[in-house]
């Protein structure tokens, strides 16, 4: 029996680029993972300028919903507009909001942000200044909160260690008996 050539190397070239799209997500992930560590223990730090953090509210549904993690990027006073999504420390709490209106003040020339989370009635009750502004929002990976959260279960983080380690045992017996398989009809055809 011949192996069709062709159909194998379109198999691994499709399997080549599903390794390499996997390999990306799992760099974000890692990525956004390390950022939200780093940023969970102290808000002045962050990788290149970037912090990730998990929402724990519903304020900012439908856009950015419980469980979420959000990516901020430092930025200039000059490139907030009205309608940027920041992330702002306020009374020793970290919120994500809305900007809805930017307001100047004319004795000191220094600027406010008006905020209010998208599910929100009302916007929030003090104006921000920029120095508390710690970032705008650049990406959001729903989910990937929920998950860093059960994460932190350490009986949780056993059970998946044993079901990957499961996976992997059946992943390798069944490529042996393929090989056993594959061994034993080249064989066979060997002695016909």
Do not use: W
Request: aromatic letters at 6%; one cysteine or more; hydrophobic letters at 40%.
């Amino acid at each position: 029996m011949k192996y069709d050539v062709d159909s194998i190397n379109k198999r691994k070239k499709y399997a080549n680029t599903i390794k390499k799209i996997l390999a990306v997500i799992l760099v974000i992930l890692i990525y956004s993972i390390i950022l939200i560590f780093i940023s969970s223990e102290n808000h002045g730090i962050g990788l290149f300028g970037y912090r990730a953090y998990i929402i724990t509210s519903d304020s900012m549904e439908p856009s950015i919903n419980n469980g979420d993690v959000i990516i901020t990027k430092e930025c200039k006073e000059e490139d907030l507009q009205t309608g940027d999504v920041i992330t702002f420390e306020q009374n020793q709490e970290v919120i994500t909001h809305r900007i809805q209106k930017i307001e100047e003040d004319q004795t000191t020339n220094e600027k406010t942000y008006i905020t209010k989370g998208d599910n929100n009635n009302i916007e929030d009750s003090e104006n921000i200044k920029f120095s508390t502004i710690i970032g705008k929002c650049v990406l959001t990976i729903p989910y990937l909160g929920n998950i860093i959260l059960v994460l932190e279960n350490k009986l949780i983080i056993l059970i998946i260690i044993l079901i990957i380690l499961i996976l992997c045992f059946l992943k390798i017996q069944k490529q042996e008996k393929l090989e056993n398989r594959r061994e034993k009809k080249r064989i066979e055809e060997e002695k016909s």
